[in-house]
């Protein structure tokens, strides 16, 4: 339950403070007009925020990390709860039902950019240069 709620604030936790921020924006664009002082205000707090923003959205992930390594650690899928065969080993847990992949800290795993490329294109590449 809590490791769910703490995955979930991690997943929208970026695009919640991008949204805020724009909103912010909106409000300090049509202040401009109105009330220049109010601008001038948010866009001092704009900057000072910006820090506390970075280290609640830190905060947050190490209570996801930290709800999400009992999981692991009792060989249980974090996102489907499904109880894991023997495959289910570090260094990255791959759940066998839902294909979720997680780190050994509990974080959610994300393959590298040169494991996603399909290798079709590169031998393309060569081929066309010899
Ligand atoms: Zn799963």
């Known amino acids: 339950m809590l ?5 979930a604030l991690r997943a929208h936790y970026g695009m919640t403070v991008f ?3 724009l ?4 409000i300090a664009f049509v202040g401009t007009f109105t009330l220049p002082l109010i601008s001038i205000f948010m866009v001092l707090l704009s900057i000072f925020l910006l820090v506390p923003a970075v280290l609640l959205g830190d905060a947050i992930g190490a209570l996801s990390r930290r709800t999400t ?5 009792r060989g249980v899928c974090p996102q489907c709860r499904e ?6 080993e570090p260094p990255v847990y791959r759940c ?5 992949a997680f780190d050994p800290t509990g974080d ?3 393959p590298d950019d040169s494991a996603s490329r399909p290798q079709g294109q590169a031998n393309l590449a060569t081929n066309d240069a010899g």
């Open 96 to 100: 066998a039902f839902c294909q979720a």
């Open 69 to 73: 390594r009992p999981y692991l650690r």
């Open 19 to 21: 949204v805020l921020y």
């Open 3 to 7: 490791q769910r709620f703490f995955a």
């Open 108 to 110: 959610p795993h994300e």
């Open 23 to 26: 909103c912010a924006f909106g």
């Open 83 to 88: 109880q894991q065969g023997p495959a289910w």
